[in-house]
């Protein structure tokens, strides 16, 4: 059977400039909790006791795993449009809507009435979750506003959506619905003048003009782009790895040369109150490394859509084993 072709269509940047609130509050968390975390091997010293620095520890990792898990969701987010149905990503997440009963695609405002005034769950950078309206619940995954939103609509089931180029996406559901036309409901599919009638008031590309000026964008592009053609993210990256490896070469080398107990943790007056293995040592470059392959993972979902944030995360990588190399120093010299 031959596999179904699809065109697929990214969200737009959202008003938070790419989500880097999102990545603001997890750096935060994720730095809280490494922080405690060091902390609890006694690494650093702190004031603050023990099950205080595990409670810091279990909230801010479970935080920055959750926020982590929504940017994922924001940078992955898009709209598969292929000769059998519409595809809408998120995070791990795929919901597919069959061409066969669709029955209405265009402006969400005017259908939704009253839900214009009801506040939507916003997260960094975009609206994911549930609306109420006349008709029933609608699954909402989207970068921008009811106002600027497409709802999809089967007659029992709806979405809202807000693909890049709306136009463009309507006409390809129109295109790829008229091949199916036979023994199929009737649709309502908008264009750009019930568009216009909705309020939105940019001029939009045709599927034409798309077709001579978008250029296709794969994994190996992506690749290129994200490791290759930005020095800034090339030197990011090879500075991290570096010092990641390093840091195992480092404590290969030491660990043989270090006594079988350690001084792990100081108190307030800069007395040692908690002794521990040279194995323990090893869970330093264990969260060094796994920060690393989070925050890569991260910057590569980012850079299609906002090459300031996956700078940033890899700085931040960078930043937390700077902090790592510190206190692995501070104990084994």
């Known amino acids: 059977m031959r596999a179904p072709s699809f065109v697929r269509y990214r969200a737009p940047a959202a008003p938070s400039a790419g989500g880097l609130i999102g990545l603001a509050f997890f750096g935060v968390l994720a730095a809280t909790a490494v922080l405690a975390l060091l902390g609890l091997l006694g690494v650093t010293r702190s004031t603050l006791s023990v099950p205080i620095l595990w409670v810091v520890f279990l909230v801010s990792g479970v935080g920055a795993v959750g926020m982590g898990y929504l940017l994922i969701g924001y940078f992955s987010l898009g709209y598969d449009v292929t000769d059998r149905s519409i595809r809408i990503r998120w995070g ?6 069959p061409l066969d009963r669709l029955t209405y695609a265009g402006p969400a405002a005017p259908l939704l009435g009253g839900a214009l005034q009801r506040w939507q769950p916003f997260w960094p950078g975009y609206y994911v979750g549930w609306l109420r309206s006349p008709f029933g619940r609608v699954r909402v995954a989207a970068t921008q506003p009811i106002s600027r939103q497409l709802l999809l609509s ?37 264009g750009r003048e019930q568009l216009a009638e909705a309020g939105w008031t ?22 290129r782009s994200l490791f290759l053609r930005d020095p800034v993210v ?3 990256v090879a500075l991290s790895l570096g010092l990641l490896v390093g840091l195992v ?12 107990t350690l001084v792990l943790h100081w108190n307030a007056a800069g007395l040692p109150d908690r002794i521990g293995t040279r194995r323990d040592l090893w ?17 590569f979902l980012a850079e299609p859509l906002e090459r300031f944030a996956a700078r940033l995360l890899l700085a931040g990588t960078l930043i937390v084993l700077i902090l790592t190399w510190i206190a692995l120093l501070t104990i084994t010299l």
């Open 92 to 97: 791990g997440r795929i919901d597919e809507i």
């Open 202 to 223: 940019a001029a939009f590309p045709t599927v034409a003009d798309a077709r001579e000026s978008r250029p296709a964008r794969n994994l190996t592009s992506v690749l």
């Open 234 to 236: 090339l030197v990011l």
């Open 154 to 190: 089967t007659g029992a089931e709806h979405w809202a959506i807000s693909p890049a180029q709306p136009v463009l996406f309507l006409e390809q559901v129109a295109a790829a619905r008229r091949l199916r036309e036979t023994g199929v409901a009737a649709v309502t599919i908008a």
């Open 283 to 299: 869970l330093l470059p264990i969260v060094a490394t796994i920060v690393t392959i989070a925050n890569l993972a991260l910057a």
């Open 249 to 260: 070469g480092f404590l290969i080398v030491r660990s043989v040369h270090l006594p079988e």
